[in-house]
Nanobody, 115 residues
Framework: QVQLVDSGGGLVQPGGSLRLSCAAT????????MGWYRQAPGNQRELVAS???????RYADSVKGRFTISRGDGKNTVYLQMNSLKPEDTAVYYC?????????WGQGTQVTVSS
């Protein structure tokens, strides 16, 4: 049973930083893609950043230059370094992964940017 366990959210002031972490656990063979999505109240879930084959990364325009996605050495972990946070970054952030031809979601971690 594959699970994605994400963590690292919290309350931060505008301009601050947070680092989210996600680990894929269980019996798995192949991870094609891992990434982060977010969903704010009243909004649809949107892609924030993804890391695919050959370390190909993709970012939402709203976070380019502020957020950085990276993978652990074993490739079964993914991180999201978030800098220069803004109130509009407030959302529940979900780890996601394409693993052994199936798509998985983490449970979500709340990020609140407020003074």
């Amino acid at each position: 049973q594959v699970q994605l366990v994400d963590s690292g959210g919290g309350l931060v002031q505008p301009g601050g930083s947070l680092r989210l972490s996600c680990a894929a656990t269980g019996t798995l063979s192949r991870i094609d893609n891992m990434g982060w999505y977010r969903q704010a109240p009243g909004n649809q879930r949107e892609l924030v950043a993804s890391d695919g084959p050959s370390d190909r990364t993709r970012y939402a325009d709203s976070v380019k230059g502020r957020f950085t996605i990276s993978r652990g050495d074993g490739k079964n972990t993914v991180y999201l370094q978030m800098n220069s946070l803004k109130p509009e970054d407030t959302a529940v952030y979900y780890c996601a992964g394409s693993i052994d031809s199936r798509f998985y979601w983490g449970q979500g971690t709340q990020v609140t940017v407020s003074s």
